[in-house]
């Protein structure tokens, strides 16, 4: 069988340097905000071309706090409108209802998946004050027409890049990403952290993820707790170094699928750019996919749906189940993502290849 994500085999190269580091770990005693931390912040915020990186818990507390600062900075205010895709895995969604702002879903391009520019212009109302992007799949969103029309509508922008480490951004805006083990730069647990170049909204965020305290026991904000775990650090430390690499294997396989799977039956996603995608996920749409996925398990391939139900389709969210978003509501009955990731054999992805062609 070939696994959708391999995890344990993608980490099996750092084990020696896991344990090496463990052992630092437990002979140096300091569990909380050490060094670890601090080193990864620097180096994530170097390799991200950002001026300051805050190391938080997972990357649903990333957004729910770079909201929460600027509601301390007073750029947005409880019951302020964010435009967010319709699209998104469910967090994007929780972090603006967690920080009691009001989630504005707009439909996709159903090619690319991401938010589609000319689709959101229209719902900006007197109370849209900022748009939370998303990179989804690893796909670099139309950020220069997003940013004119943000610009021209003085909308705040932030984006949720959990899905798109590695990515070159463009724009000078704040981030929140994951590391959640199965993302393109994965820890062994929780963790997430926040990019900017802001100095408030950076100060405000080393404060808020820490009981809203920069000294401790004095309390500056009502803050939470949700640190960067400092033996997630130690581990992030060891794998960032491997992120470029990473993401070149998912490139190469990306451009044998959308090169050599030829089957009118399924559609593949289009990419405008392979220097804008780290390819966390190969996402390609069929209109019976239940039977693709089972004649693909049954051929030995493992595939996973992202996602099989739309944020406003949940039960969490019943006062958004009334909006018809059928663009959304197509790509979640018809997409499937393929095995992707570094360890995948050249065997296995001609193995994919050759199945999907003559399915
Ligand atoms: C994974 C993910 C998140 C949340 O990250 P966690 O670390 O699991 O909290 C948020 N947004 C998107 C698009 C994601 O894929």
């Given at each position: 069988m070939i696994k959708f994500l391999d995890l344990h085999k993608l980490n099996k190269p750092f084990e020696a340097q896991f344990l090496a580091k463990t052992k630092a770990f437990l002979d140096n005693g300091w569990y909380i905000l050490g060094d670890e931390v601090k080193q990864f912040e620097t180096s994530f915020a170097s390799f991200s071309k950002a001026k300051h990186c805050i190391g938080v818990g997972n990357g649903l507390d990333a957004l729910v706090l770079i909201l929460k600062a600027h509601i301390q900075l007073g750029n947005l205010q409880k019951g302020d409108e964010v435009i967010v895709p319709?699209?998104?895995?469910?967090a994007s969604v929780l972090a603006i209802l967690q920080a009691d702002l009001i989630p504005v879903l707009v439909e996709p391009n159903?090619?690319?998946f991401n938010i589609d520019p000319n689709l959101f212009e229209e719902k900006i109302t007197s109370k849209t004050k900022a748009i939370l992007v998303v990179h989804l799949y690893g796909q670099l969103a139309e950020m220069d027409k997003i940013n004119a029309i943000c610009a021209s509508h003085n909308l705040l922008v932030i984006e949720d890049a959990a899905q798109a480490h590695g990515l070159t951004f463009n724009g000078n805006h704040t981030r929140a990403f994951s590391?959640?083990?199965?993302?393109?730069?994965?820890?062994?647990g929780d963790g997430g952290a926040i990019t900017t170049n802001d100095d408030a909204l950076a100060e405000i965020l080393f404060s808020l993820r820490n009981?809203?305290?920069?000294?401790?026991?004095?309390?500056d904000f009502i803050g939470v707790n949700s640190r960067l775990d400092e033996l997630q650090a130690a581990f992030l430390n060891i794998k960032l170094p491997h992120l470029n690499t990473e993401n070149e294997a998912r490139k190469k396989i990306a451009k044998r699928y959308l090169s050599e799977i030829?089957?009118?039956k399924i559609q593949l996603p289009v990419c405008?750019?392979?220097?804008?995608?780290?390819?966390h996920l190969f996402v390609i749409r069929t209109e019976n996919r239940d039977k693709l996925q089972e004649y693909l398990y049954k051929n030995g391939i493992e595939t996973v749906i992202?996602?099989?139900?739309?944020p406003h389709k949940q039960k969490a969210l019943q006062e958004f189940n009334?909006?018809?978003?059928p663009i959304t509501e197509k790509i979640h009955q018809e997409v499937l993502s393929l095995p992707m990731s570094s360890v995948l054999s050249d065997e296995e992805i001609t193995h994919i290849i050759a199945t999907l062609n003559s399915y």
């Open positions: 319709a699209n998104t895995y469910i159903i090619e690319t590391f959640y083990p199965g993302k393109n730069l994965g820890a062994l009981y809203g305290s920069n000294k401790k026991y004095h309390n030829k089957n009118n405008n750019n392979f220097n804008d995608h780290v390819f992202h996602y099989p139900i739309p009334h909006l018809s978003l």
